[in-house]
């Protein structure tokens, strides 16, 4: 249990490092103008979202062996939540699954196009708004506290 959750909390590093970096990336490809190469943009984008679906599938396991995941809305109910505890056993757990998906659904679109600049739009809005997403719900206040 400990193990699980000082995993997720040192992907969680590495995850958002690298998320950065792609949208990052995606974005300059975009604005400026430039060729989506398989040996540089390909693997940036593919390595963060595996990272990602790493760190999803961590989390998924930490919901279920946590006392702040899923025992937390048992024991309380889902109306006995104060705003921290509604935080890490409902809005980081729903709002990331949705923000995974997004970044899949970018990663899928991009290959559809043959146009550089529509694969770096495309990973630049859909992981982008992803990692959004994620910064939204980050319990920030316990992360190594
Ligand atoms: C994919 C992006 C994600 C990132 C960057 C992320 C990051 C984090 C961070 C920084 C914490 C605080 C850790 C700490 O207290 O030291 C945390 C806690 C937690 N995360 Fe995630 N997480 C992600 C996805 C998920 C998903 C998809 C789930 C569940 C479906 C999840 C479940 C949890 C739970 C239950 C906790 C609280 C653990 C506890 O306090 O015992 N996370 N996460």
């Given at each position: 249990m400990e193990v699980i959750k000082n995993l997720h909390s040192y992907m969680a590093y590495v995850v958002l490092a690298v998320l950065v970096f792609a949208v990052v990336n995606a974005l300059l490809g975009w604005l400026g103008k430039k060729d989506f190469t398989m040996h540089k943009d390909l693997r940036i984008s593919l390595f963060a979202l595996i990272l990602s679906h790493i760190q999803l599938l961590v989390g998924l396991l930490l919901y279920f062996v946590s006392?702040?995941?899923l025992k937390a809305i048992q024991t309380l109910g889902m109306g006995g939540l104060n705003a921290p505890a509604r935080l890490l056993a409902l809005e980081h757990p729903f709002i990331n699954i949705i923000a995974l998906a997004l970044i899949t659904i970018g990663w899928s679109r991009h290959k559809?196009?043959?146009?550089s600049d529509k694969k770096f739009k495309t990973i630049s809005i859909f992981y982008g708004l992803g990692l959004l997403l994620i910064l939204s719900r980050i319990p920030w206040s316990q992360w190594f506290n």
């Open positions: 006392a702040n995941g559809k196009f043959m146009e």
